[in-house]
């Protein structure tokens, strides 16, 4: 979706959904309007988050914010970062070459599976006993 220079998307990693608006500006970064530095702690979930930026040479183009729910630090930062991606190929499809040889462009879609029943988890078994 895109309405006057604003770039919209929608990124999804595990359970972590994260809505991004990107605006061309100067490269200030707002997650669930905190900057980035201060949402994030940990140094690697924030560059993880900003890698499509930095691959495409963008990183001080656009003042982005982050809408994102659900999920851990690292889920939401993969969740940003996908989100990021698709509205940078609404911005500039010709990003789409650089952006899918890295990764960025498909769905992570690997997720928890679901407990069964009869079953301590997913595939753990009970403990059997003979006696």
């Known amino acids: 979706m895109e309405k006057e220079n604003v770039f919209y998307a929608t990124g999804k990693r595990k359970s972590a959904i994260a809505r991004t608006w990107l605006t061309p500006g100067k490269g200030e970064i707002l997650v669930n ?3 980035v530095d201060e949402y994030f702690k940990v140094g690697s979930a924030k560059t ?12 001080e183009s656009f003042d982005i914010k982050v809408r994102v729910l659900g999920g851990g630090i690292i889920g939401q930062a993969g969740a940003i970062r996908h989100g990021i ?8 499809p010709d990003f789409r070459q650089i952006l899918k040889r890295a990764g960025f462009v498909t769905r992570d879609s690997r997720v928890k599976e679901r407990k069964k029943y009869g079953q301590k988890g997913a595939r753990a078994r009970f403990q059997f006993s003979k006696r």
């Open 33 to 35: 309007d905190r900057p």
């Open 48 to 59: 993880k988050a900003t890698q499509a930026l930095a691959l495409t040479n963008t990183l």
């Open 85 to 92: 991606t698709k509205a940078l190929l609404l911005f500039n």
